[in-house]
């Protein structure tokens, strides 16, 4: 099965008329995350809200700086924290052993997942990939060479982003999320190439399941990732739509195959 992805942008705070009824600090707002998420539902015609609206929360909560969305974007990292070899010997330094705190964009997320919570339809949550959350820590450039040639300092640095996205993950199943779904742009075939598919995204994929697998949440895998390894018999996945995500298994299964923003 061949996979295609023409997601294109579906919505801005603008194009819902937004922008006047959302604060300044609208982000870090439990209210006004509620009010954007049942827009999207509306506007989108969605049976379940999706959070986050970008792929940027685990990065930010790493220390990337974030820029947040205007008239014309969506959020996105404003500059890698490690532009060198010193700076990102330096990152590992000083947070190999550092208890990343979730930070108060991600808090008011899981406040305003309890809320929505209530209003009786499923919550689907983002949860971004490993080698996209290097890209925003860590110059992509500067991440391609030395992964070819230090991989020992990206290894370290991916021990981090996992110490740290399990405890991200355990913290958003206690919010109530009944599907979590997974994408890895940055470390898909059409970006990488096939060589560094096979030898890094797959296998920090399948160090994601093991996390997810403790979680006991399903879990749904982009379709550029998906689809790419269950050609080559090396996933066994379940083919999920809207129509069955209120039915869905409380419990650890596989999906893919498909857009979840086609659900």
């Known amino acids: ?23 300044s600090n609208w982000q870090n707002k439990e209210d006004d995350i509620i009010l954007l998420a049942s827009n999207i539902l509306e506007k989108l015609d969605k049976c379940f809200y999706q959070l986050p609206f970008c792929n940027t929360l685990e990065a ?13 974007s969506t959020n996105r990292i404003s500059e890698a924290i490690c532009k060198n070899l010193d700076d990102l010997i330096k990152y590992i330094d000083t947070n190999k052993s550092k208890d990343f705190e979730i930070n108060d964009r991600a808090k008011a997320m899981f406040l305003a997942i309890k809320e929505l919570k209530s209003k009786g339809k499923p919550i689907i949550f983002n949860i971004t990939g490993p080698i996209t ?7 992509i450039h500067l991440l391609i060479k030395q992964k070819r040639k230090n991989p020992e300092y990206i290894n370290k640095l991916e021990d981090i982003i996992f110490v740290f996205l399990e405890k991200y993950i355990e913290y958003f199943k206690l919010a109530g999320v009944d599907l979590f779904s997974y994408a890895d742009p940055i470390g898909n075939i059409d970006v ?23 979680s006991n949440v399903p879990v749904h895998i982009c379709g550029m990732i998906s689809c790419e390894l269950e050609n080559s018999n090396q996933l066994n996945l379940n083919k999920g739509s809207a129509k069955i995500i209120d039915k869905i298994p409380k419990e650890f299964l596989l999906y893919g195959k498909s857009c979840i923003q086609h659900w």
Do not use: H
């Open 60 to 72: 930010e909560s790493l220390g990337a700086i974030v820029k947040y969305a205007n008239q014309k």
């Open 133 to 139: 959350i290097l890209s925003y820590i860590v110059d």
């Open 1 to 23: 099965m061949n996979f295609k992805c023409n997601l294109k942008e579906q919505w801005s705070i603008y194009d819902l008329g937004l922008e006047k009824k959302l604060g």
């Open 192 to 214: 990488l190439g096939k060589k560094y598919f096979e030898n890094w995204t797959k296998p920090l994929l399948f160090r994601a399941i093991e996390i997810f697998k403790k």
